[in-house]
């Protein structure tokens, strides 16, 4: 762990950390008891937690957001890890407090399309009934295509002999129905409502001796103390950075990063409809794709990429004229209808037509109209980042800590829970040969794993980004021929429904 940058708080005595540690933890874990959603009966209350080098946390987890709270409920739902003493550490009030969510508020903007794998390993650490008892949209159709007209894909989940392909879920709904279903668990957990600091290895205290602790892990080598903004400092085992794509662990522990910006930007909204909206819709336009999101009732949600100046402009325009544009870049702006219904599909690539798709005889359809806007508007900038180490000694990164994509296929967040619910299960299987958690060789099996499906799933989302990023007469061609190749080859058409449903299957003919 010599890559670790050391700084100190010099200003604060031991003393006083200490005491404000210990009132802060009591407070943040009787809150936590009584999120929303958490039924605090069944879950044990928390001690006041107490961590000093000779106290340490197995595991602390800087960043409660979706994927930092996937990590927690996931160790507190197996046998070996739900004994270990983890720390959690985020500033954001829902991950102390909760959250009130009503299901008659409209929807928050911050949506994930979240993929059946993801929906299967929620179900396994018992989240996904809480999803489902807050407003969710499952979609088992999805259409594809350009502005140049020549072409489109349209999916089914029956393709696949499956009921959907995906659901659509307010982020706030994912995080507090991880934080619901962990407060079901007698899981030792201490929130920290702070932010990190400064990270420092230091050397475990010999007196101590070397042998077993309370969670019957091996005490050997070091601990990671961590220092937080507010003062207080912690001890830890392992330190797992789920801070975001900004992540001061991951900054701190010295991992260089690989990537770039796309310079453009996303504008998110939420939009109402007279209809319910049942399918998940893309349209490539010139600047960059839209999408138009299913996400429960009359609504669905927008994610519209474009230049940044472009996206600036957009969010100050007067509603009637956003919807507009909206309407516009969904239906037969920048270009024409793909020729679906007069030539029964397929336009001039029609020969590709082998009928053995489910869907393959699906015509093209025109978006439902968004008649108002049901939100604010959001912009955010967009990257690609990927972290070239995923683990050192005693440090690990998951989720956008880790890497970040363009949303363009909804990805991000299923490789960040992907990564998650690998990480518990590879501690468990550590702890069941009697490995110490935070040792290199056992981290960097976590690593090698996620590694390989992160790399491949983010080299095609930035070919993706970078092909349907280009006007030019052949290169349009050839992105009608992907979309036909698609909508009519049925080994194709199966393999990218698989992948993309988390699969982790290359989209190669199976
Ligand atoms: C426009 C857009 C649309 C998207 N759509 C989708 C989609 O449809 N499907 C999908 O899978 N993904 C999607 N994503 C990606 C997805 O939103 C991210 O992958 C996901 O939010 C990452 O979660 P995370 O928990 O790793 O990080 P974050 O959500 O960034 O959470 C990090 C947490 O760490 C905390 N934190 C930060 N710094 C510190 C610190 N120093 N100390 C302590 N805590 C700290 C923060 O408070 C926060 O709670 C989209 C992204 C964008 C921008």
């Known amino acids: 762990m010599n890559s670790l940058i050391i700084r100190r708080n010099l200003a604060e005595s031991i003393k006083r950390l200490k005491l404000s540690q210990r009132t802060l933890c009591t407070d943040a874990a009787a809150k936590v008891s009584s999120s929303n959603g958490a039924q605090p009966g069944n879950g044990r209350v928390e ?165 077993s602790t309370s969670s019957g892990l091996n005490e050997q080598g070091n601990l990671a103390k961590l220092d937080l903004i507010d003062g207080n400092s912690l001890y830890a085992k392992l330190v797992v950075g789920a801070d975001g794509s900004k992540s001061r662990v991951r900054e701190l522990a010295g991992f260089k990063t690989t990537g770039w910006s796309y310079s453009q930007n996303a504008i998110i909204c939420t939009v109402e409809h007279s209809v319910e909206n049942r399918c998940a819709w893309q349209r490539f336009l010139p600047a960059g794709p839209i999408a138009l999101l299913p996400i429960g009732d009359n609504f669905s949600n927008i994610v519209w990429t474009m230049k940044p100046k472009e996206a600036t402009d957009r969010k100050l325009k007067a509603e009637d004229e956003f919807v507009k544009d909206v309407n516009y870049a969904l239906d037969y702006g920048f270009g024409p209808h793909p020729n679906s219904s007069t030539s029964g599909g397929g336009g001039i690539f029609s020969w590709f037509k082998t009928n053995t798709n489910l869907s393959a005889n699906d015509c093209f359809k025109v978006p439902p109209k968004v008649l108002k806007l049901a939100s604010e508007r959001m912009v955010f900038p967009l990257s690609l980042m990927h972290a070239n180490n995923y683990a050192s000694k005693h440090v690990v990164l998951i989720g956008d800590a880790a890497h970040t994509v363009h949303p363009l296929a909804g990805q991000g967040v299923n490789l960040g829970f992907g990564d998650a619910f690998a990480l518990s299960r590879i501690i468990s299987e550590g702890i069941a040969v009697g490995a110490d958690i935070a040792e290199v060789s056992l981290l960097k099996k976590y690593e090698a794993e996620r590694k390989s499906a992160n790399v491949t799933m983010m080299a095609i989302l930035d070919g993706f980004q970078k092909a349907y990023s280009v006007d030019f007469g052949p290169l349009n061609v050839l992105r009608a021929a992907a979309f036909n190749g698609a909508q009519y080859f049925p080994p194709l058409k199966r393999s990218i429904i698989s992948y993309a449903s988390g699969d982790q299957r290359l989209p190669i003919f199976s």
């Open 47 to 211: 001690q006041p937690n107490f961590s000093n080098k000779s106290n340490p946390y197995d595991i602390a987890i800087v960043g409660g957001g979706m994927v930092g709270m996937a990590l927690a409920c996931s160790l507190a739902k197996m046998p070996l890890t739900k004994q270990l003493k983890v720390a959690i550490i985020d500033s954001n009030p829902a991950v102390s407090n909760g959250l009130s969510i009503k299901k008659e508020d409209p929807p928050d903007p911050r949506v994930s399309t979240v993929t059946p794998a993801t929906i299967s390993l929620f179900k396994d650490i018992g989240a996904w009934k809480y999803v489902e008892q807050n407003r969710h949209a499952y979609f088992d159709q999805m259409q594809v295509w350009d502005y140049t007209g020549l072409g489109y894909t349209r999916y089914d989940a029956r393709d696949v002999h499956k009921d959907s392909l995906g659901c659509v879920v307010e982020n706030k709904v994912l995080h507090s129905s991880l934080l619901s279903s962990m407060q079901n668990t007698d899981f030792q957990k201490t929130i920290y409502p702070s932010r990190l600091s400064t990270m420092t290895l230091q050397p475990r205290n010999l007196s101590m001796g070397v042998g």
